[in-house]
């Protein structure tokens, strides 16, 4: 979901250490990038679920299929990510996840 933007490997070579001059600009084609030139934006739908509280909150493979159906009822749609996140309760684990997806047609 990045825009492509890297920093130069060149550049962190020559200074000898991994990672970009701290307040350098990013690098794009071997030229640096002013402000926010060439980034894109976009939306995009998303959902986040989770079995419900309790007795069997930290079924991840019951939680696989209850995102599946809810996915599947949505219709034709590009699933773009998949971010899973855990929670630590008092009642143990509680997994979710987040799904990322456009229209079909987008």
Do not use: C
């Amino acid at each position: 979901m990045a825009t492509g933007v890297s920093t130069s490997g060149r550049a962190s070579a020559q200074r000898g250490r991994s990672g970009p001059k701290a307040g350098a600009s990013p690098v794009h084609d071997g030229r640096r990038l002013r402000d926010h030139e060439h980034m894109e934006s976009w939306t995009i739908k998303h959902f986040s679920q989770a079995n419900p509280a309790g007795t069997g909150q930290d079924d991840v493979p019951a939680l696989l299929r209850r995102v599946a159906d809810s996915i599947e009822s949505l219709g034709l749609i590009k699933v773009q990510d998949l971010v899973m996140h855990t929670e630590i309760t008092a009642g143990g684990d509680w997994p979710s996840l987040t799904v990322y997806f456009h229209d079909a047609e987008d």
